[in-house]
């Protein structure tokens, strides 16, 4: 910095809740050259309008994904790296979604609940922070039916002679599970 001139540095603020007060004092400042500048910081992270915020409704069936998409537009003349925020044990999306300068790209919302929603729907949210200080907020909601049925077995053996028949069954949760098991005679 030539004596006269100024030079500007880029703060970066990511509140992480609603705050009417976030501030951090006595932050150093490095230049090459010159001793330490202490500088402080405020800000203030006000909530989404509600008039910014849409929802995304789900339905599908239990252990079956449902995807949708949600568009970002960039204009500007960078490429943009984003990388959304979600709460919800019932989606997924990507880590990182790039958008093309001056461009637009699509990020995938996957509905994949392991549980049936019986009276209350499944919520979630999705937040995507946008590099030119505007974001996207996403209500999620999602409903899931019964599963459908993963196969039938069907087992004919003789009279009055044992018959040993092995079932395949599959823990899709991340925990141990139980598994009621019922046998059906038919009369022939």
């Excluded at 910081?41 to 909530?47: A, D, L, T």
Aim: hydrophobic letters at 35%; charged letters at 20%.
């Amino acid at each position: 910095v030539m004596p006269g001139m100024d030079i500007n540095f880029n703060v970066t603020f990511k509140p992480t809740h609603t705050d009417s007060d976030i501030s951090q004092d006595n932050m150093l400042l490095m230049v090459a050259g010159h001793p330490p500048l202490s500088v402080t910081c405020s800000g203030v992270c006000i909530p989404q309008p509600d008039d910014s915020v849409q929802t995304l409704t789900f339905e599908s069936l239990a252990r079956k994904a449902e995807i949708k998409s949600v568009k970002i537009s960039n204009p500007t003349d960078k490429d943009w790296f984003i990388s959304p925020s979600l709460r919800g044990e019932h989606w997924k999306i990507p880590v990182e979604t790039k958008v093309p300068i001056k461009g637009s790209a699509d990020l995938s919302v996957t509905y994949f609940p392991l549980t049936m929603s019986s009276e209350e729907e499944h919520i979630g949210q999705l937040f995507i922070p946008l590099p030119d200080g505007s974001a996207q907020l996403y209500n999620l909601q999602g409903k899931a039916g019964p599963p459908e049925c993963s196969g039938v077995l069907s087992v004919e053996t003789v009279a009055k002679k044992p018959a040993m028949v092995t079932a395949r069954l599959e823990n899709w949760l991340n925990e141990a599970q139980k598994f009621t098991t019922s046998i059906e005679m038919l009369e022939m």
